[in-house]
Every structure is written in C-alpha cells, then in structure tokens.
C-alpha cells in the first residue's frame, strides 16, 4: 500500500515542494507498512521577522491506531523538515516499542486464570 503525502504551506516554487515531497515520502517508506497517509503543514509563525519562525507539523495516520503529530520549529524549511522527520522518527520507534512490549507481556486476567488453574 503507498501512502498518501500531502504537503501545504511551502512556497509556490514548484522545486521545494517536490523537495518535500519527495523527502516526506521516503521517511514514510522507511517506517512500518501501517501509514497509510501523511499531512506535512508548513507555517511562518511570526511573519517576516526572522529568528526561529518556520514551524513543521507532520500528522501520520496509522492504520489500527491513533494518529501521530509531531512538530519542529527552525529558521527554515529545509531545517524543520529535517527536525520533524527525526522527531517522527523517534516517535515510530517508541510506538513500536510499546506495541511489541504490550504483546509480550500476558494480560492480567490470562496469568491470574493460569494461576487458579494449576491450584485446582
């Protein structure tokens, strides 16, 4: 199954967001099959200010689970996208972890059943 990617927010400069797309797209083939869409949301959060103003949201929606969304705040574009594709990253990870830590461990009414059956 491919995912489906959708950028917003980039200027209308047809090489950045090919760019996006391109790199959001190879993160996301990257991560287990369960993606099944990804929304990438760039802002300017104080205008024409400068400092640290571009702000990247990436949403992913997995299939069986809650969506993900992790944000990244940087002086560009290219810098946030880095930021919040490493942020997803890490935050697969821990959900994959919690996943394979939950199927191992029985649940609680499995061993309590156990038990009472080997007293009997």
């Known amino acids: 199954m491919i995912a489906r990617v959708e950028v917003r927010g980039l200027p209308a400069t047809r090489s950045a967001r090919l760019r996006a797309d ?3 797209a190879a993160a996301i083939a990257a991560l287990p099959p369960r993606v099944t869409s990804a929304r990438v ?8 200010k400068g400092g640290l103003d571009m702000r990247c949201a990436i949403t992913v ?16 574009p290219r810098q946030a996208l880095d930021g919040v594709l490493a942020k997803l990253d890490r935050r697969m990870l821990r959900t994959e972890e919690s996943d394979r ?3 191992r ?3 609680k009414y499995y061993a309590a059943s156990r038990v009472t059956d080997k007293g009997a």
């Open 105 to 107: 461990r029985p649940k």
């Open 41 to 48: 949301v760039f802002s300017d959060v104080n205008g024409a």
């Open 61 to 76: 929606n997995l299939s069986g689970r809650r969506r993900l969304h992790v944000e990244d705040l940087a002086t560009t």
């Open 22 to 24: 391109q790199r959001v």
């Open 101 to 103: 830590d939950s199927r």
